[in-house]
């Protein structure tokens, strides 16, 4: 079942432009950052508006499972979407031209582990971004809602 609600543009400028390149283009532009580094689109349901949120995050991508790093950049504070995923775990994710409906589970202990792994090797700046985030940043698989 698709997720219902009002769509709500990201507030930040280059994340909103980069959802609506990926989108308008059918998965065909707007897929990469820094030149070749390959992003997925995550649509998650906001925990207190119910509103349809649009989030790009880095492709770390295993076996038809994907990883979602909460990394915010290295921030403080967890991402908005976090709290969202906790809260209402089935999201949509689309990679490219593909589009699934999928099931987050947050990640703990070894399991955690092997994806940090994968996600650094995907994304090395998500070692710096730990590095200085005073927090442990959370990690998310998603895997298909029907297997
Ligand atoms: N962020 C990451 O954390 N990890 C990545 O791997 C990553 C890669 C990436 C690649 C390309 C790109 O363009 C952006 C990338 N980002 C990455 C940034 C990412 O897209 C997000 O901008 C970032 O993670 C911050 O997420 P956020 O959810 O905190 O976004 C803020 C700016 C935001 O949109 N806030 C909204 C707002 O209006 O202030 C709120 C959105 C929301 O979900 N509200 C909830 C609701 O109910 O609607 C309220 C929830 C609550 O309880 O307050």
């Known amino acids: 079942m698709a997720l219902v609600g009002v769509y709500e543009p990201s507030p930040t400028q280059w994340v909103r432009d980069q959802v609506e390149l990926y989108e308008s283009s059918g998965g065909t532009e707007g897929t990469t950052i820094r030149g070749d580094l390959p992003v997925i689109l995550l649509t998650s349901v906001g925990a207190r508006s119910g509103k349809i949120r649009k989030t790009p995050l880095m492709r770390v991508e295993h076996e038809g499972a994907y990883a979602l790093v909460a990394s915010n950049a290295g921030a ?72």
Do not use: C
């Not at 403080?76 to 990679?95: A, F, G, I, Q």
């Not at 070894?110 to 442990?136: I, L, T």
């Open 76 to 147: 403080v504070k967890h991402p908005v979407w976090y709290h969202n995923l906790v809260s209402s775990p089935l999201v949509e994710l689309r990679d490219g031209t593909q589009v699934w409906e999928m099931k987050a589970r947050l990640l703990s202990g070894e399991e955690r582990a092997v994806w940090w792994e994968r996600a650094v090797a995907a994304f090395s700046d998500y070692a710096d971004y730990q590095a200085r985030a005073e927090r442990e940043i959370p990690l998310f698989v998603v895997e298909p809602t029907a297997v």
